[in-house]
């Protein structure tokens, strides 16, 4: 009981330090700030329109590079206050309006079509459709009036959003890196299951895939705030540290997914020994709660766990090896000791990036700089292309995009016709709940128009217990206040807590006007209810866009860049100090682009049944893919870490083959491709070569123990090691895109 409420207070401690309530803390001081002082000065009735502002532009105001920061809530200004005037000068003419809602709902919707930014920047511009519809003003005077201090307010908030990063500059640094170290540990526990338990490896293979996906949408942050930070303000110790971190993440990451050896074969080489794999899935839980504590101290103060614990799980994995090879004996132990060996190896890189992120939170000074030139940091920065072209790219029913602004407009206007004909009160949050919940697939919908009537009912409950209670009016506003920051501080973390707290602030701000707040409470959760079934049945009826008709671009752009990830590992083993960019560059687009195939698999599930078409042989796809990525990973990492010895022909003729593999199997999800194909007799015979090598290693290792030569010279083990991990992980990575080409064949004759 002591140790959940322990928890549970440091839960809410890593909260309200955290930089999701100091954004919610801002947007509130913004929006409420205005009211104060203009009703301290007898001119409160120009602070509600400087409010809506700050409120409006708040959205594009997200962690990332200060100068697509500013243009972002500079753009969202702009169309803030187009949309509004336009939306208040057809109000009158109700045949106006409705084109004015159409025209503006459909273009303001594919502006999302510029990536994340740009889509809540299309939401400020659709929220202010909303708005404009909830606000009177009766002559163009007041309009024009309205809209100019709605952008007073947008630069308002432009500018104390500025003045608080230079309060706390490194606010989103620190939540991302913490956010990221925090999901690295939970990932490292998580494929600590997968070596001892066979007959669950399918369910937690997809709790890693999920928890994969969100570390790389947290790198790819990261690397546009820390690099971007670096060209801006140089090397200082403070944007050095945080970039050894995260670099040390990243090749974590790599690390764990190299570590995702050919199980199946680790249970047929260890067999009934598995207890010697305890000591090696213990390790790996260490550093992975090692890894969450770490996290926790870039947002709160506190000392740094002990070390020793960590120390004695890795020295127990090499008893573990010991007991092994005495138990099984040599010979005959040798490939599982080798295995194991390569496994504590991974195990021990693990823990060198471990001990250096304690090094670097320990403010030892001395740490490495990272070595990382200024002209090569733009190669890791995904470009945003911001063309014209691009939104007409998207003008065919194929675009999922297009679907989605059709769907969104068509389901808008309908809430607003259906308030306006039924005359519903306050008609205008039937609109603003199509327009929070929708999403471009239907999974997404249906679980936020959830999340957002149970918010809104559970709002609802305590508002009304609370107006029971007292008629206080002071106490309404302290609570609409705290409740405003509650709602903005939770609303990316708990949709269904960010709900309940945007009702329990809109009934109180409504019960500070109009006494009779139940009747507020009362049509606040009908319009919820309203808003989201039409949410829902618009993404299930008109113009669905299922992700199995999706996948094709999404799994060759995974297949390809697996393709130049073994090209440049290859690279990489033939010259590393020449090809080490290179290298990391492949990799990082690498492990993109299997984050985006995880995360439309993941959308994939939440779509209704029927529409899950073929959805085990897609899965199949995703797992090969990743697979293969992890062997690539493996021998990439093994490069990076061990000195090997020269690359010879049966190598390259080997990564060749498969690459020319891997490359067949994209063109068949691109008909006008056409991929080269390789000689299958020269692999053969490649590869023969490569188990020769190892064989010959072994045999001389025997005749050594035979000779009386028990203990084992470093360069021997190494050599066996390198011979026995390349050509194992060749093999399989053969056997793998053979398997992929087979599957893809299967995929395309079942979609086509």
Same mark, same amino acid.
């Given at each position: 009981?002591?140790?959940?409420?322990?928890?549970?207070?440091?839960?809410?401690?890593?909260?309200?330090?955290?930089?999701?309530?100091?954004?919610?803390?801002?947007?509130?001081?913004?929006?409420?700030?205005?009211?104060?002082?203009?009703?301290?000065?007898?001119?409160?009735?120009?602070?509600?329109?400087?409010?809506?502002?700050?409120?409006?532009?708040?959205?594009?105001?997200?962690?990332?590079?200060?100068?697509?920061?500013?243009?972002?809530?500079?753009?969202? /200004?702009?169309?803030?206050?187009?949309?509004?005037?336009?939306?208040?000068?057809?109000?009158?003419?109700?045949?106006?309006?409705?084109?004015?809602?159409?025209?503006?709902?459909?273009?303001?919707?594919?502006?999302?079509?510029?990536?994340?930014?740009?889509?809540?920047?299309?939401?400020?511009?659709?929220?202010?459709?909303?708005?404009?519809?909830?606000?009177?003003?009766?002559?163009?005077?007041?309009?024009?009036?309205?809209? !100019? %201090?709605?952008?007073? !307010?947008?630069?308002?908030?432009?500018?104390?959003?500025?003045?608080?990063?230079?309060?706390?500059?490194?606010?989103?640094?620190?939540?991302?890196?913490?956010?990221?170290?925090?999901?690295?540990?939970?990932?490292?526990?998580?494929?600590?299951?997968?070596?001892?338990?066979?007959?669950?490896?399918?369910?937690?293979?997809?709790?890693?895939?999920?928890?994969?996906?969100?570390?790389?949408?947290?790198?790819?942050?990261?690397?546009?705030?820390?690099? =971007?930070?670096?060209?801006?303000? !140089?090397?200082?110790?403070?944007? =050095?540290?945080?970039?050894?971190?995260?670099?040390?993440?990243?090749?974590?990451?790599?690390?764990?997914?190299?570590?995702?050896?050919?199980?199946?074969?680790?249970?047929?080489?260890?067999?009934?020994?598995?207890?010697?794999?305890?000591?090696?899935?213990?390790?790996?839980?260490?550093? !992975?709660?090692?890894?969450? /504590?770490?996290?926790?101290?870039?947002?709160?103060?506190?000392?740094?766990?002990?070390?020793?614990? %960590?120390?004695?799980?890795?020295?127990?994995?090499?008893?573990?090896?010991?007991?092994?090879?005495?138990?099984?004996?040599?010979?005959?132990?040798?490939?599982?000791?080798?295995?194991?060996?390569?496994?504590?190896?991974?195990?021990?890189?693990?823990?060198?990036?471990?001990?250096?992120?304690?090094?670097?939170?320990?403010?030892?000074?001395?740490?490495?700089?990272?070595?990382?030139?200024?002209?090569?940091?733009?190669?890791?920065?995904?470009?945003?292309?911001?063309?014209?072209?691009?939104?007409?790219?998207?003008?065919?029913?194929?675009?999922?995009?297009?679907?989605?602004?059709?769907?969104?407009? /068509?389901?808008?206007?309908?809430?607003?016709? %259906?308030?306006?004909?039924?005359?519903?009160?306050?008609?205008?949050?039937?609109?603003?709940?199509?327009?929070?919940?929708?999403?471009?697939?239907?999974?997404?919908?249906?679980?936020?128009?959830?999340?957002?009537?149970?918010?809104?009912?559970?709002?609802?409950?305590?508002?009304?217990?609370?107006?029971?209670?007292?008629?206080?009016?002071?106490?309404?506003?302290?609570? +609409?206040?705290?409740?405003?920051?509650?709602?903005?501080?939770?609303?990316?973390?708990?949709?269904?807590?960010?709900?309940?707290?945007?009702?329990?602030?809109?009934?109180?701000?409504?019960?500070?006007?109009?006494?009779?707040?139940? %009747?507020?409470?009362?049509?606040?959760?009908?319009?919820?209810?309203?808003?989201?079934?039409? +949410?829902?049945?618009?993404?299930?009826?008109?113009?669905?866009?299922?992700?199995?008709?999706?996948?094709?671009?999404?799994?060759?752009?995974?297949?390809?860049?697996?393709?130049?990830?073994?090209?440049?590992?290859?690279?990489?083993?033939?010259?590393?100090?020449?090809?080490?960019?290179?290298?990391?560059?492949?990799?990082?687009?690498?492990?993109?682009?299997?984050?985006?195939?995880?995360?439309?698999?993941?959308?994939?599930?939440?779509?209704?049944?029927?529409?899950?078409?073929?959805?085990?042989?897609?899965?199949?796809?995703?797992?090969?893919?990743?697979?293969?990525?992890?062997?690539?990973?493996?021998?990439?990492?093994?490069?990076?870490?061990?000195?090997?010895?020269?690359?010879?022909?049966?190598?390259?003729?080997?990564?060749?083959?498969?690459?020319?593999?891997?490359?067949?199997?994209?063109?068949?999800?691109?008909?006008?491709? /056409?991929?080269?194909?390789?000689?299958?007799?020269?692999?053969? =015979?490649?590869?023969?070569?490569?188990?020769?090598?190892?064989?010959?290693?072994?045999?001389?290792?025997?005749?050594?123990?035979?000779?009386?030569?028990?203990?084992?010279?470093?360069?021997?083990?190494?050599?066996?090691?390198?011979?026995?991990?390349?050509?194992?992980?060749?093999?399989?990575?053969?056997?793998?895109?053979?398997?992929?080409?087979?599957?893809?064949?299967?995929?395309?004759?079942?979609?086509?």
């Amino acid at each position: 009981m002591q140790k959940k409420l322990k928890n549970h207070l440091k839960n809410i401690e890593l909260f309200l330090k955290g930089s999701s309530f100091y954004r919610g803390v801002v947007l509130t001081i913004a929006a409420v700030l205005p009211l104060v002082i203009f009703s301290a000065i007898d001119l409160f009735q120009f602070a509600p329109a400087i409010a809506v502002g700050a409120f409006l532009n708040a959205p594009s105001d997200v962690p990332g590079s200060l100068k697509r920061k500013i243009n972002g809530i500079l753009i969202s /200004i702009v169309l803030t206050m187009l949309v509004t005037f336009i939306i208040f000068i057809t109000k009158p003419v109700f045949v106006l309006l409705l084109i004015a809602i159409t025209v503006l709902s459909f273009a303001i919707s594919l502006i999302s079509v510029y990536g994340f930014r740009a889509s809540l920047i299309s939401f400020s511009g659709l929220l202010s459709i909303v708005l404009a519809l909830a606000i009177e003003k009766p002559d163009l005077k007041s309009i024009t009036v309205h809209v !100019g %201090l709605m952008g007073v !307010g947008g630069l308002w908030y432009l500018l104390f959003s500025l003045f608080s990063k230079w309060v706390f500059p490194k606010k989103d640094d620190d939540q991302l890196l913490s956010d990221t170290l925090a999901l690295t540990g939970k990932y490292l526990k998580i494929r600590a299951k997968l070596l001892t338990k066979p007959k669950k490896r399918d369910k937690f293979s997809g709790k890693a895939l999920v928890i994969q996906t969100q570390i790389s949408e947290k790198h790819e942050t990261l690397r546009e705030l820390l690099l =971007e930070g670096r060209k801006r303000s !140089g090397r200082s110790y403070s944007n =050095e540290r945080r970039l050894l971190i995260f670099i040390s993440s990243i090749d974590i990451l790599e690390l764990a997914l190299a570590n995702t050896l050919d199980y199946s074969k680790i249970d047929s080489l260890i067999g009934i020994h598995k207890t010697h794999l305890n000591a090696f899935k213990k390790m790996n839980k260490e550093m !992975g709660n090692h890894l969450i /504590i770490l996290s926790e101290l870039l947002i709160k103060k506190g000392e740094l766990p002990n070390i020793d614990s %960590l120390n004695k799980a890795f020295e127990n994995t090499g008893n573990a090896i010991q007991n092994y090879v005495n138990e099984v004996t040599l010979p005959k132990a040798r490939k599982g000791a080798i295995t194991l060996r390569n496994l504590q190896d991974y195990q021990k890189q693990l823990l060198q990036e471990v001990k250096a992120i304690r090094r670097v939170l320990s403010n030892v000074k001395n740490n490495t700089r990272a070595s990382l030139k200024a002209q090569d940091t733009k190669q890791f920065l995904t470009s945003q292309d911001y063309r014209f072209n691009i939104v007409l790219q998207h003008f065919s029913l194929k675009s999922p995009m297009l679907r989605h602004a059709l769907r969104l407009t /068509i389901a808008i206007l309908f809430g607003f016709l %259906l308030g306006s004909l039924l005359d519903i009160k306050n008609a205008y949050w039937i609109m603003l709940t199509i327009v929070v919940i929708m999403r471009p697939n239907y999974g997404l919908t249906k679980e936020r128009s959830k999340n957002r009537i149970i918010g809104t009912i559970i709002g609802a409950v305590i508002a009304t217990g609370i107006i029971l209670i007292t008629k206080n009016t002071n106490v309404y506003m302290v609570l +609409a206040v705290v409740s405003l920051t509650f709602a903005f501080s939770l609303i990316q973390q708990s949709y269904k807590a960010g709900a309940a707290f945007i009702t329990l602030n809109i009934v109180f701000v409504y019960a500070l006007i109009d006494p009779n707040a139940f %009747l507020v409470v009362q049509y606040r959760v009908i319009d919820t209810v309203i808003g989201a079934i039409i +949410a829902v049945l618009a993404n299930y009826l008109l113009f669905p866009s299922w992700e199995y008709k999706n996948l094709d671009l999404v799994i060759e752009n995974v297949i390809l860049s697996n393709a130049n990830y073994l090209n440049a590992t290859k690279n990489l083993y033939h010259d590393k100090e020449e090809n080490s960019l290179a290298y990391k560059v492949s990799r990082k687009q690498a492990f993109l682009a299997m984050s985006n195939l995880n995360a439309a698999f993941q959308r994939l599930t939440q779509d209704p049944k029927s529409k899950q078409k073929e959805s085990g042989l897609i899965y199949e796809m995703v797992t090969l893919n990743h697979t293969i990525l992890s062997a690539i990973a493996s021998i990439g990492s093994y490069t990076i870490n061990h000195k090997t010895s020269l690359a010879s022909e049966e190598f390259n003729t080997i990564i060749e083959g498969i690459t020319s593999t891997l490359k067949q199997s994209a063109s068949k999800l691109d008909c006008n491709k /056409i991929a080269d194909s390789s000689e299958e007799k020269n692999i053969h =015979e490649a590869h023969k070569k490569l188990q020769n090598r190892y064989t010959h290693l072994s045999q001389k290792r025997d005749l050594a123990i035979q000779a009386g030569q028990i203990e084992i010279d470093d360069k021997t083990l190494l050599n066996l090691q390198e011979a026995h991990l390349i050509s194992n992980q060749l093999l399989w990575l053969k056997s793998l895109s053979t398997n992929l080409t087979n599957v893809t064949l299967k995929y395309k004759s079942v979609f086509n």
